[in-house]
């Protein structure tokens, strides 16, 4: 209770004498050194307050009075630890309790204690966990350290090797050692993957450089060779190999055949120094280290010509052989395959099968090659400049004309008048020939019913490649145009050069046996100048054979060719045939053949090719001329 300003703790006690007879009332002074004993007992700082309705009327603390307020400025606070262990603004943590409440005051009693005091052991705790865990990532930073460059520098090792085999390079050795057993492994795997790529890069450089047939280099390394020949400013000479109608070989004994010659052809030139390559098909190139003489050249030839035996069958093979000297007849890579391809045409053209490159050869080149041009235009938007000319057949029997034979005529605007001898093969190889076929057959067919209308009763003969023969849709097409000019099949014939027949000897007689079953004659032209043989004329359905004028220009002269003209007007007559001889120059020549039984006979004797208006004419004039 409050007495004068001052609190008092008070007891009231009974005076029992032994019944209570008197109130005794103790009251004690609460100064500081209760306050002190209390601290003593607590351990804490105690401050007593007391108020009469919200105002202080007495206070009284174990601490000093400027941190009084402070302290009771705490009161029922919760400190964070950044308050305690840093910023420091909170020095004592409070609890106050009411510690009476009567006779109008209230009286309450503060314990306080110092922050710092208070949370030093855990200051030191936190202290000592940072600092082990401080020394704790340290020693986990150095061992990791440790470790990382333990792992690390096998992993940039093998980094490094990575980027040096992803540029190709493959000369160093990929182990990397290392304690890691997953490291180890990663190395094994790198040398392996090095040792395959590297395997397999060089399959893909063999199989870039190299030919797959024959493993010789191909056309596009040689190519690189030869330039860097040119740019060392190297002399050398060039040989290109050509098998001569390897076509053939393949149509008529197989392309595995004839991919074996190829391969035997490849390890014969192999076997001679220096730097062989295949071209295309069958065409073949080889650098020698040398210059070689013409013997060698020679004996080179016969070298690569000798009989392959296949197995099954033993194919005798031809080459032609171009040679270029360069840089004289060439300074590049693309005028040594062009000019190649040059001079190994005219070879087989010419049948000079070893032939050196000149200038002549590349304009007569050129000159196909106009001619190509200037035939494709003319087939398309010019057929005018086209023309058939007629050379009449004299049947030796009877004194009369009664077949001729088709000659096609070609005057070009640009090119003047082209020899069907040059323009013709041109077709042929081009693969243009059909188109020029169809283009005769309708104007022979036309024509043929203008000699019908001009009461000129001859049969028109018209000359057929192999490739006409072997289209199966010729002769729907020929039946087909005569049915519209109505016309019958004895208005046409027919001839075919021997040499084409014999590629595809089967199935040539079963499109001839075609023809003949719808009625059409048909003749085997420049017979004696191919591969006959009595089996063949056997087997062909013909029933002509046209002596080649080569025999018969000069036959009143040489013994040579009336023996042959004789032997091959005997051997058709045996196998039941006619015979024509073209090239008739001379009366002489005609009556020997008319003596030896020639059915027909056709030349510059009798009458020159002429345009279908002068050949009605000419047989007008001709009726009742005695030839013999």
Request: aromatic share 8%.
């Amino acid at each position: 209770m409050m007495l004068d300003k001052q609190l008092y703790q008070v007891i009231m006690l009974t005076i029992d004498a032994p019944t209570p007879i008197a109130i005794a009332l103790v009251g004690f002074k609460v100064e500081d050194t209760l306050l002190s004993n209390l601290k003593a007992t607590t351990q804490l700082e105690t401050t007593l307050q007391v108020y009469t309705g919200q105002a202080e009327v007495f206070r009284i603390s174990t601490l000093p009075e400027a941190l009084v307020d402070r302290a009771l400025a705490q009161l029922n606070q919760h400190p964070s630890w950044l308050s305690i262990t840093v910023t420091k603004d909170t020095p004592y943590v409070s609890l106050q309790f009411n510690l009476a409440d009567n006779l109008g005051s209230q009286t309450v009693i503060t314990l306080s204690e110092d922050a710092e005091a208070l949370f030093a052991d855990f200051n030191s705790l936190q202290f000592n966990i940072t600092a082990i865990g401080l020394l704790a990532v340290l020693l986990a930073t150095i061992y990791a350290a440790l470790f990382s460059n333990k792992i690390s520098r096998p992993l940039t090792a093998l980094a490094t090797i990575a980027k040096r085999i992803a540029v190709g390079d493959y000369s160093q050795n990929v182990a990397v050692q290392s304690n890691t057993k997953e490291v180890n492994l990663l190395s094994e795997a790198f040398a392996s993957m090095q040792s395959n790529i590297q395997l397999r890069e060089e399959e893909i450089i063999f199989q870039a450089r190299h030919d797959i047939l024959t493993s010789l280099y191909n056309r596009n390394h040689v190519e690189t060779l030869l330039e860097q020949k040119f740019l060392n400013n190297d002399s050398f000479l060039v040989i290109g190999i050509n098998i001569f109608g390897f076509r053939g070989i393949n149509d008529i004994f197989g392309y595995q055949n004839g991919d074996f010659c190829l391969k035997e052809l490849a390890d014969r030139l192999t076997k001679f120094d220096g730097v062989a390559a295949r071209l295309t098909g069958g065409e073949l190139l080889w650098l020698p280290t040398y210059e070689p003489t013409a013997e060698f050249t020679q004996s080179l030839k016969v070298t690569l010509e000798a009989p392959i035996d296949c197995g099954d069958v033993v194919i005798n093979i031809k080459v032609a052989m171009g040679l270029i000297s360069c840089p004289e007849d060439a300074n590049n890579a693309e005028q040594v395959f062009k000019r190649l391809n040059i001079v190994l045409d005219e070879a087989q053209i010419t049948r000079k099968f070893i032939l050196p490159f000149n200038a002549e050869l590349e304009e007569r080149y050129s000159r196909r090659l106009s001619v190509i041009t200037e035939l494709k235009n003319t087939l398309r938007h010019a057929t005018d400049e086209l023309n058939l000319h007629y050379q009449p057949k004299l049947d030796l029997k009877i004194g009369k004309v009664t077949h001729v034979e088709a000659l096609i005529r070609w005057t070009n605007a640009r090119l003047g008048f082209v020899s069907p001898e040059d323009f013709i093969a041109v077709a042929e190889q081009a693969g243009f020939i059909e188109n020029i076929t169809s283009w005769v057959i309708k104007r022979a067919i036309e024509d043929a019913a203008r000699f019908r209308d001009a009461n000129l009763n001859v049969s028109v003969a018209i000359n057929l490649s192999a490739k006409d023969i072997m289209n199966p849709t010729l002769l729907p097409i020929i039946l087909e145009v005569l049915d519209t000019k109505n016309l019958p099949t004895d208005s046409l014939s027919f001839e075919i050069t021997e040499g084409d027949l014999v590629k595809d000897h089967d199935k040539a007689i079963v499109h001839l046996q075609a023809f003949r079953d719808k009625g059409f004659e048909l003749a085997i032209d420049d017979f004696g100048t191919g591969y006959s043989s009595m089996a063949y004329l056997q087997n062909l359905p013909v029933n002509t054979l046209k002596v080649d004028k080569s025999f018969v220009l000069q036959l009143h002269q040489r013994d040579g060719d009336q023996k042959i003209v004789k032997t091959v007007i005997s051997l058709a007559h045996s196998f039941g045939m006619n015979v024509v001889a073209e090239g008739v120059e001379n009366i002489e020549a005609l009556k020997l053949l008319a003596d030896w039984g020639c059915e027909l006979a056709q030349g510059y004797y009798i009458c020159k090719p002429t345009p279908a208006d002068n050949l009605i004419a000419w047989c007008n004039d001709n009726k009742s001329t005695k030839w013999l």
